[in-house]
């Protein structure tokens, strides 16, 4: 057949070729679109939903597009990319965010048809259920449970006194959990009837039950029977080390970890109270006391807009949610608790967590329980440092929620949109004369028709700075001037910027306030800037000595932190600032110093912060001033050593001068950089303590994310920053005309 086809002519070749292909392209038929799915599971999760979509797959012939993101950024990503049509078809998010979701139109309603195998699974349908409709597919259910290393514990706990007052080997603490986390404390909150969030949306945290739950864990800290500032990481590390007896934790504690020894889980059991709760050394009893009842999260696929308009969208969440494959998989592969369990041969662990249910308490789903987490989480880590007592930590998380909840324009009327055009057109109406001073002052006309040819090799960078910068700048100045969801925005003109500007109507140096957190932040960026030049020009005026040996070896080793990903770097000395396992006490202790525990007060939080950024921001400093060392001619140098000069004169009134033109714009560089320092200042003190050691863009991010979502607020802080910003640069560039004598004054 080659044969007889190399002996058509050019033309038949061509028709042969091209009735093929047409061929092949009926019998394949139009490409189905892919199903994007996203996601925040990992591990062992992430496996068994990649296996279970794959069994989808090969029944149907459809494509599924997985794509994981990671859970601190999740709701904010659904949130901007499914109003524009660029999100999921489908979604698994937890219940909790549902109100929120609703409201600003994220998920579709769901038939009850579709999930009537859910039909006796009471909370998972009540957790789905907004204003009588129901929303999503049920997949699995997380709580809280106590989970044990059976060499140390035998035997089911009939209290947690019990498990405290256990006999353990030396230095095997009883319990560690997440102490200074509020989803951590609910089921300690509930144990004594209080809440995060009454039914009528207002703030249920209140009052002596949220004190006495206060109260409860600052007297096991106390005692020391929990492990003190433990975070998720360093509760496992400490179990699977076999440092602890027991911790609270879910479901997820058992996918990312991989038991060496026998393990139980059960139920929280019930607490003991002594009668003077926050006193040491409580008596050893095991009565029966209030039952801590954690929170029940649901996990659910979700349909989006888009998504439910497409019947196999709906038949991949039906899938995921009922087929016995894919509850087989995730029960036994990603150890999740299915929702249907029925006919599921699931391991002994998973179903231990499914009696979590019975005593848990749903998350509720309005839209303001979301503000609810900060204060509570506030309020725990001052009672646990001991910097209030519960009474005023209560009332302070109070006053918290309540600000961050605060309606826009309360009591007032909506502002009128003039006095933003006439800005809006003085600001223009400058512009034009500045052009028509400018257009006097030279041949404008020659001038643009000399440049023709400079223009057109810059105009596609133009493009792309203005839509990548100075668009993304006019939204959020437009953002800033309005306030609510971000389906349902009200505008409330320079409303934002006078709250900014006026404390929002505190003291001007009080807790949070904006010139507290500037001062703040300036601070941050003045020492820092020091280090880093002083640092770097040490080093790179060191390794920039011909006479040194192993040089390349040397600036290899100090180029690492800053080539290593400031996260990485963040966490990493997060972890050895920790008061009683980090490696900072580690030294001090060997020196014979009481451990630090560092994050309790804004000096040594603060000092904890600067280490880090230190550590991660001379290396720059001193790569520009080895740099810049190449470009000083060696006869300057050596003129000065004729004339006498001694090292340090040489370097005082030679190298530095000539230095000067190439570290100010660095240090230009480096300030900006500093100030806007969010990794560190985020994942290192995380604000600690009580968010005074937070920074304006941390600030920013808070009122954001965590402040009940007040993107117009956190909108008006990014344009303050950025003119604090410009008018800094500015300055700074006029203090480096000056040093470098380029200035009109010095001519």
């Not at 009939?158 to 404390?185: C, D, M, R, V």
């Not at 019947?311 to 029960?331: C, G, I, K, Q, Y």
């Not at 001007?508 to 500037?518: D, M, P, R």
Request: glycine share 8%; hydrophobic share 50%; with cysteine.
């Amino acid at each position: 057949m080659n044969v007889a086809f190399l002996g058509l002519s050019q033309r038949n070749r061509y028709v042969v070729l091209g009735i093929a292909l047409s061929a092949i392209t009926v019998g394949c038929g139009p490409e189905k679109p892919s199903i994007f799915v996203w996601h925040a599971y990992r591990g062992d999760e992430e496996k068994a939903l990649e296996q279970a979509t794959r069994r989808w797959e090969e029944k149907t012939g459809n494509h599924v597009d997985l794509l994981a993101i990671p859970h601190g950024a999740y709701a904010a990503k659904l949130e901007a990319a499914i109003p524009h049509g660029h999100g999921p078809d489908l979604f698994i998010d937890a219940h909790e965010r549902l109100g929120s979701f609703v409201r600003d139109g994220l998920v579709a309603k769901v038939d009850d048809k579709e999930i009537q195998a859910f039909a006796a699974e009471g909370a998972a349908r009540r957790s789905l259920t907004v204003a009588g409709k129901g929303y999503g597919f049920p997949l699995a259910s997380k709580g809280l449970a106590l989970i044990v290393n059976r060499q140390f514990v035998p035997n089911k706990p009939a209290s947690f006194e019990a498990l405290f007052h256990g006999t353990y080997p030396a230095g095997i603490k009883p319990l560690a959990y997440e102490i200074q986390s509020s989803y951590g404390q609910a089921p300690f909150v509930h144990a004594f009837g209080s809440h995060f969030i009454a039914a009528d949306g207002t703030f249920g945290f209140v009052g002596e039950p949220a004190e006495k739950s206060l109260d409860l864990v600052a007297g096991w800290q106390k005692r020391g029977v929990v492990v003190p500032d433990a975070d998720g990481a360093l509760v496992s590390q400490l179990f699977a080390a076999e440092r602890v007896a027991a911790v609270i934790s879910g479901p997820w504690f058992l996918a990312d970890f991989s038991a060496k020894f026998p393990i139980d889980v059960y139920p929280l059991p019930p607490l003991y109270v002594p009668a003077d709760v926050p006193a040491a050394g409580a008596p050893a009893s095991t009565s029966d006391g209030p039952l801590p009842r954690p929170f029940l999260t649901v996990e659910a696929a979700f349909l989006t807009p888009d998504g439910a308009a497409r019947p196999e969208v709906h038949d991949l969440a039906n899938f995921l949610a009922t087929d016995p494959e894919s509850l087989r998989l995730r029960a036994t592969v990603g150890k999740q608790v299915v929702a249907l369990a029925a006919g599921v041969d699931l391991p002994a662990t998973t179903v231990a967590f499914g009696k979590v249910a019975d005593q848990a308490e749903l998350t509720p789903t309005s839209p303001a329980m979301r503000a609810t987490w900060v204060p509570v989480e506030q309020a725990l880590k001052k009672v646990l440092r001991g910097d209030a007592t519960s009474h005023d930590a209560v009332l302070e998380a109070g006053r918290r929620f309540a600000d961050a909840t605060k309606p826009p324009l309360q009591g007032e009327p909506p502002p009128k949109k003039t006095p933003l055009f006439v800005v809006f057109g003085m600001l223009l109406l400058g512009a034009v004369f500045a052009a028509i001073k400018q257009a006097k002052q030279t041949d404008i006309r020659a001038e643009l028709r000399r440049s023709k040819t400079a223009y057109a090799y810059v105009t596609h960078a133009a493009i792309i700075v203005a839509l990548l910068v100075v668009a993304p700048l006019v939204a959020g100045a437009a953002t800033s001037l309005y306030a609510g969801t971000r389906s349902d925005p009200t505008y409330v003109g320079f409303t934002n910027y006078i709250a900014i500007l006026t404390a929002r109507g505190g003291a001007l140096l009080g807790h949070g306030s904006f010139y507290l957190t500037l001062l703040v932040t300036v601070l941050w960026t003045i020492i820092n800037v020091f280090f880093h030049v002083s640092i770097g020009l040490l080093l790179g005026v060191v390794l920039s000595r011909e006479s040194l040996r192993l040089k390349p070896l040397y600036r290899t080793l100090l180029i690492l932190p800053w080539a290593i990903p400031s996260y990485v770097t963040a966490l990493s000395w997060k972890g050895m600032f920790h008061k009683q396992y980090g490696a900072v006490n580690g030294i001090l202790h060997f020196f014979g110093v009481a451990p630090v525990s560092w994050f309790s007060k804004f000096s040594t939080a603060f000092t904890a912060n600067i280490t880090t950024n230190v550590w991660l921001g001379f290396p720059f400093m001193m790569v520009v001033t080895m740099g810049a060392l190449t470009s000083i001619p060696k006869d300057v140098l050596e003129a000065a050593d004729v004339d006498g000069a001694t090292p340090w004169q040489r370097f005082r009134y030679v190298t530095l001068p000539l230095l000067r033109p190439a570290l100010l714009p660095s240090v230009a560089l480096g300030a900006v950089w500093t100030f806007n320092m969010f990794n560190v200042v985020f994942l290192v003190s995380e604000g600690e303590p009580d968010g005074t050691t937070d920074i304006l863009v941390s600030d920013a991010y808070r009122w954001a994310f965590t402040r009940d979502a007040q993107y117009g607020y956190a909108a008006a802080y990014a344009v303050v920053i950025f003119g604090i910003l410009f008018l800094g640069s500015r300055a700074l560039q006029w203090l480096g005309e000056r040093f470098s004598g380029t200035s009109e004054a010095s001519k």
